[in-house]
């Protein structure tokens, strides 16, 4: 009974050690991976905030080309949609293309302002976003409702000329917004 007991005990104590062990080794890996999480958060901020600038204006050429590149689109659009056999897919396709590319430019300057530290300047550009794209759908919308038994072209036609119309709109809504952001944290 005694050899019984005593095996129980250093069954009981050699798994409490490994359990120890374990726990110990959890913690400290645990605490090295944060570690190394902030020093690359830090570092990450640091180059950001190095290179802002630099960032932001990549930002806007991406977002000017993307509108560009969208209101060409339309155009192409607009002018193929009479046309058979052409219609007005090739010139969708190079407006959601540069949709897609000035959505990007504005992504990376929220995420540029952000990482930054210039949240009220993410919160404006965000914010004029957010309204830019519901007077978008509210636009659509009014013309649907306008032109209840259009047909296709004429639908495809004037929604073209409305993005046309919103991107010129767009691009001075910008410019205004623009200066209610914070200058010293550019």
Known sequence: MADLKKAYNSTVASVS?????????????????????????????????????????VAKNMQEVGDKTAATGAVMAVAGAPVAGVGAAPGLAVAATGGIVGTAGTVLEVT?????????????????EVVYKGLEALGKRALDDAMPGASATTKIVTEQLNNLMQSAVKKQTDKVVDKFKDEDKK
């Not at 540029?112 to 004029?128: D, M, Q, R, W, Y």
Request: glycine share 4%.
């Open 17 to 57: 050690k490994t359990y120890d062990n374990a726990v110990a080794t959890t913690k400290s890996a645990y605490h090295q991976t944060a570690a190394t999480v902030t020093k690359a958060a830090v570092a990450t901020q640091k180059w950001t905030a190095e290179r802002k600038e630099t960032l932001l204006s």
């Open 112 to 128: 540029v302002e952000l990482v930054a530290g210039s949240n009220k300047n993410a919160a404006i550009t965000v914010g004029n």
